[in-house]
């Protein structure tokens, strides 16, 4: 599935492919895709004319914005989007073609037929499912620590549940969840409001920096991307922690062990990331006393 940078470089690269371009027709094939409005014909007829202006992205959405109207777009497992000539073949599984009044055409392929197309009247998609209720959006200016740590500190769950909460944050996903708490030194079964404003600090940084990152190695691969195929896995390579289960930790040799936490496979190393430590250096920590940790908790359960 792609996560959060994958769907990020898929943005840039439709914003190389696509924007200026003017739909002339579309074509649905499997109706499926189309979740609102539930004619196809209607969302046919809704598009045409549209002239694409800007690639936006909220969470794991890719926004496509015209003139008028925004269509809102989830590749879930498989979903591809390429440019095409609208001479070429038209592959199989093909699910939905934007012609453009330039010859060329977007394609949607999708072999797993999971993804989703939602059409609203331009700014009114944040009003409505599925974007009313997504988290903070941790690659935009508005990911302060601040905000990060008000939506967190409050959370009883175990901080990976908490991370993967898509009204919290959106789009972090398993692996990169994994890879922001072993580089911030967290056991992934903390539970959130038991970190100190310190890791909470680094947890953010690295949150960031895992992010960019991928972000960065996936703009690498755009070429792929535009050949319909290959596009996601650039980051693999420089994965420290996820996918080593047994390997030995990159930063102290320990082997590294797997585990499940709120039903997701969870890689770490127990000793770069002791359930204690957090602990310990909650008590330490001058804003944390017993206190307060009993005030939130009873705040977030009533
Ligand atoms: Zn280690």
Redesign the pocket.
């Given at each position: 599935m792609p996560e959060l940078p994958e769907v990020e470089t898929v943005r840039r690269t439709l914003s190389e492919l696509v924007v200026g371009k003017t739909i002339q027709s579309v074509t649905v094939s499997l109706p499926r895709i189309i979740q609102k409005p539930d004619d196809i014909r209607q969302f046919e007829m809704d598009l045409a004319g549209h002239r694409i202006l800007e690639m936006g992205r909220r969470g794991k959405f890719l926004r496509f914005i015209m003139d008028g109207v925004v269509l809102v777009s989830h590749l879930r497992m498989e979903g591809r989007y390429g440019l095409y000539h609208s001479s070429d073949p038209v592959e199989k599984h093909t699910h939905v073609i934007f012609h453009f009044t330039d010859g060329t055409e977007l394609r949607y392929k999708d072999v797993r037929q999971f993804g989703t197309m939602h059409l609203f009247a331009a700014g009114d998609e944040f009003n409505h499912k599925p974007l009313s209720k997504l988290g903070l959006e941790p690659l935009d200016d508005s990911f302060t620590y601040e905000a990060f740590r008000d939506v967190m500190a409050k959370r009883t769950t175990k901080i990976k549940v908490a991370l993967l909460n898509q009204e919290y944050v959106v789009g972090l996903g398993n692996i990169y969840v994994d890879e922001a708490l072993f580089r911030a030194g967290i056991h992934p079964e903390t539970p959130a409001c038991e970190l100190s404003d310190d890791l909470l600090r680094k947890l953010h940084t690295m949150i960031l920096e895992t992010l960019n990152e991928a972000v960065e190695a996936g703009g690498s691969s755009i070429k792929s991307y535009v050949n319909g195929q290959g596009e996601m896995g650039m980051f693999q390579q420089s994965l420290r922690i996820y996918g080593r289960k047994d390997e030995s930790?990159v930063?102290?040799?320990?082997p590294v062990e797997k585990t499940v936490v709120g039903g997701r496979g969870t890689h770490y190393?127990p000793?770069?990331q002791p359930l204690k430590r957090t602990s310990i250096k909650r008590t330490k920590s001058k804003h944390s006393t017993a206190s307060s940790n009993s005030k939130v908790d009873g705040e977030v359960r009533g």
């Open positions: 930790c930063v102290c040799g320990h190393c000793s770069c």
